[in-house]
Every structure is written in structure tokens, then in C-alpha cells.
């Protein structure tokens, strides 16, 4: 499984998905427009298990033409609040049924929001959320740190209420600055490892180490293609 930045190429798979399990739904315009105008905030998760470049390139797969591109079973659609410069906001996010319960919407949106905060130096997140919608409430209250707000009524076009709902970013970087205070972030290595560590009759002291806390997007990306072996 591989989550990357939203390509011009994917918008169709991208719909399809939308269409599959969202009522709200968009023309093609709208998609291109989030991906031309804010280039580093949208998301795809891909399944890669389907599809082989090389071995199409070489002709040497029995694939039908269906798998012939990668297969998005996920996506978040994000952009800036062009009224409130350092504002994000969560236009759409939807995971496939058959890839769901791996963390991908989890790790779309948190791609997402650190892309506002990098590229775009954002202090807060807005979405709305069906009131129905326990799951997607559930995961943006107790995974992500969103707060609800306030209720907006008859917001969809069916007329449900939607909840909106924020994220402090910075609220967010403080509480798990301070979540990780203090902890040690290991010896000294080399020479000064072995004469502090290695001497005979002691024993070595276990540490633990603070990781991944300092990545960037780009870097993130790339970890979770090597890793995300879903």
C-alpha cells in the first residue's frame, strides 16, 4: 500500500471512489481545481499488490487491461480557506469498503494536515461531518485531535446537519511536544559508545529513542511506500 500526493492522472479513480461510497459528490473541475491550486495537500492511497510496471513494460504478466494503473482505494481532498490564509480544510476524504480498518483514512489526513502546516504555515483545520457519521466523528475526535465546534444545520443537500469541526495544529505540536519531553534520545555512538557501554563486567543500559517526530511530508511519503505493506 503506497499513500502519495494526488496526481492530475488519478482524478477519474479518484471520483469513482468518491462516487462509490459518498453521497456528496463532485465534477471533475473540482478535483483539478484542489489539485492545481494547492499542489501539496491532496492524498491517494494506493494498492500496489494489482499492478506492476515493469512487468507490463516488459509484457511478460497476464494482467487485463483493468490493472493496467494503480488501483486508488482512498483519497483526501484538501485546500486552504482562501478567506482565512492559515486555515486548512477538509473538502473530502473516503476510503474504499474492501480497504478499510488499515489506518488509511487515519494517515491520509495526517499527510494532509502537516502538508498545511509545512507548505502553508496553517494554525488550524476546519471539516464538516455528517451528525450521523459516528465512525468519521470517531476517528477525527479520537485519533486526530479534532474538536467539534458547532452544528450546522441542513448543510447537506439532503438536509442533514453537519457538525463542523477544528484541529489546533499548533495546540496539537504543543501537547505532543511535551508528550515527549524528556526522553532520552540515546548514548554517545563510536569510540565513546564502546568505553561507556562496553566495559567489562557492565551491562548495557536499554534507552529509548524519539523517532519520526521531525519528518517532513516528502519524507513521510517515502517511508510509508518502503513500510506500508498493508
Not at 517532513?216 to 518502503?226: M, P, S, T
Request: one cysteine or more; proline letters at 3%.
Amino acid at each position: 500500500m503506497d499513500i502519495r500526493l494526488l496526481r492530475s492522472s488519478d482524478i477519474p479513480n479518484v471520483q469513482l471512489t468518491n462516487l462509490t461510497n459518498l453521497p456528496e459528490n463532485y465534477f471533475l473541475k473540482y478535483y483539478l481545481y484542489h489539485a492545481l491550486s494547492w499542489p501539496q495537500l491532496s492524498h491517494v492511497a494506493v494498492d500496489t499488490s494489482t499492478y506492476s510496471p515493469t512487468s507490463l513494460k516488459n509484457g511478460t504478466t497476464g494482467l487485463d487491461p483493468g490493472n493496467m494503473y494503480p488501483k486508488i482505494v482512498g483519497y483526501v481532498l484538501a485546500k486552504m480557506d482562501e478567506d482565512h490564509p492559515t486555515t486548512g480544510h477538509i473538502t473530502s476524504l473516503s476510503v474504499m469498503r474492501t480497504h478499510r480498518r488499515l489506518g488509511l483514512a487515519e494517515k491520509l489526513m495526517r499527510q494532509a494536515t502537516r502538508a498545511m502546516r509545512e507548505y502553508y504555515g496553517a494554525r488550524d483545520v476546519s471539516l464538516h461531518v455528517r451528525c450521523s457519521n459516528e465512525a468519521a466523528i470517531g476517528l477525527y475526535t479520537g485519533m486526530l485531535g479534532f474538536e467539534k465546534d458547532r452544528v450546522e444545520a441542513k448543510y447537506y443537500a439532503d438536509g442533514e446537519d453537519a457538525w463542523c469541526m477544528k484541529l489546533d495544529i499548533l495546540e496539537k505540536e504543543q501537547e505532543e511536544a511535551e508528550d515527549t519531553a524528556g526522553v532520552d534520545e540515546g548514548g554517545e555512538v563510536g569510540e565513546a559508545g564502546k568505553s561507556a557501554g562496553g566495559q567489562k563486567g557492565g551491562k548495557e543500559k536499554k534507552r529509548k529513542v524519539k523517532v519520526g517526530r521531525q519528518l517532513g511530508v516528502g519524507d513521510l511519503v517515502e517511508k510509508d511506500a518502503r513500510t506500508s505493506k498493508d
